[in-house]
C-alpha cells in the first residue's frame, strides 16, 4: 500500500516533536511543609531543635574556653567544629518532622512563598514563637550543665560595621544554600551543606556567623564565650533579615521558579 502525500512543509511539521511542558521544581523541604503532623507537634520540634542548637553553640563555647584558656584560636576550632555537627544533625532530624528551619529568617522566607496557603500564617507564628523560645530555653539549659549563673545577660559587646556585614554575608550565603539545593532537588545535601557553611562562616565572618535571630536572642542569656550584649542584638538580628532578602534575591536570579520564569519569557516575547 502507498502512503499518502505529504507536503514538505507538512512533513517538516509533523517531524518536529511536541513541546514538552517541563516539571516544576521540586518544593523545599525547608517551606512550611505538608502539614502531615498537627501544627503542636511541629512547633515542639522547632522549639526542641532550636534549643539543642543553641545549647551546641553555648556549651561548645564554655568547654572550648575551659579547655584551652589562652589560645583564642583552639577555642574558636573546636567551638565551629562542634556547632558545624549539630547543625547537620539537627537538620537531619527535624527535616522530615516540622522542615527544620530553627531560624526565623528561613521561617518568614517559606511563609513569604506559601502565604496564599490556607494556614501558612499560623504555622509561621506557631514556628517563630517556638524557635525564640526554644533558643533561649538552650542557653540555660547550657548555663545549667557548665555550672554559670542560669540567667545572666551577656556583657560581650558586638558591633560595628564589620561584624554588621559578616552576618549580612553569614546569612545570606545561608539562604543561598538552602535555596540552591532546593530548587536543583538536592534536599538531601541540605544538612551538611548548611552545617559546611556554618561551621566555615564562624571563621571567616567577623561576627562569627550567628545567621540565626532566634540564636542571637538565645545568646544573650548567657555570659560566656558565645554571649552578645542584649544592646548589640538588635543589629545583628536587622543585618540577618537583610542578608536573607539578599540571599533571597540571588536564589530568584539563578534559580528562579516555574512562575517567574514564564513570566520573563512572557515579557521578552
Not at 21 to 42: C, I, K, T
Not at 192 to 214: K, M
Not at 239 to 260: C, I
Request: charged fraction near 10%; glycine fraction near 10%.
Amino acid at each position: 500500500m502507498s502512503s499518502p502525500t505529504v507536503s514538505g512543509g507538512q512533513v517538516a511539521r509533523s517531524a518536529q516533536a511536541p513541546p514538552v511542558e517541563q516539571a516544576p521544581l521540586p518544593v523545599p523541604s525547608r517551606d512550611l511543609p505538608a502539614r502531615q503532623l498537627p501544627r503542636w507537634r511541629r512547633a515542639f520540634a522547632e522549639a526542641v531543635g532550636s534549643g539543642l542548637l543553641v545549647t551546641a553553640i553555648v556549651g561548645s563555647g564554655a568547654a572550648a574556653s575551659r579547655l584551652t584558656p589562652d589560645d583564642v584560636g583552639a577555642q574558636l576550632a573546636y567551638h565551629s567544629i562542634a556547632v558545624a555537627i549539630a547543625l547537620a544533625v539537627l537538620i537531619a532530624v527535624f527535616l522530615p518532622v516540622s522542615g527544620a528551619h530553627l531560624n526565623p529568617v528561613v521561617t518568614v522566607l517559606a511563609w513569604w512563598r506559601e502565604r496564599r496557603a490556607p494556614g501558612a500564617a499560623a504555622d509561621a507564628g506557631c514556628y517563630l514563637a517556638a524557635q525564640f523560645a526554644g533558643g533561649s530555653a538552650g542557653a540555660v539549659v547550657a548555663n545549667v550543665m557548665f555550672e554559670l549563673p542560669t540567667v545572666a545577660l551577656s556583657s560581650t559587646a558586638r558591633t560595628g560595621v564589620g561584624q554588621w556585614v559578616g552576618e549580612v554575608v553569614a546569612t545570606a550565603g545561608l539562604v543561598l544554600v538552602i535555596g540552591a539545593l532546593s530548587r536543583t532537588g538536592r534536599t538531601g545535601a541540605i544538612p551538611l551543606a548548611v552545617g559546611g557553611w556554618i561551621g566555615a562562616a564562624i571563621w571567616f565572618t567577623a561576627s562569627a556567623a550567628f545567621a540565626n535571630p532566634a540564636v542571637t536572642v538565645g545568646r544573650v542569656f548567657t555570659d560566656s564565650f558565645a554571649g552578645i550584649a542584649p544592646a548589640a542584638a538588635p543589629a545583628f538580628i536587622a543585618a540577618q533579615f537583610g542578608g536573607a532578602l539578599l540571599g533571597a534575591a540571588l536564589v530568584r536570579l539563578w534559580w528562579p521558579d516555574r512562575s517567574s520564569s514564564r513570566k520573563e519569557r512572557h515579557v521578552r516575547t
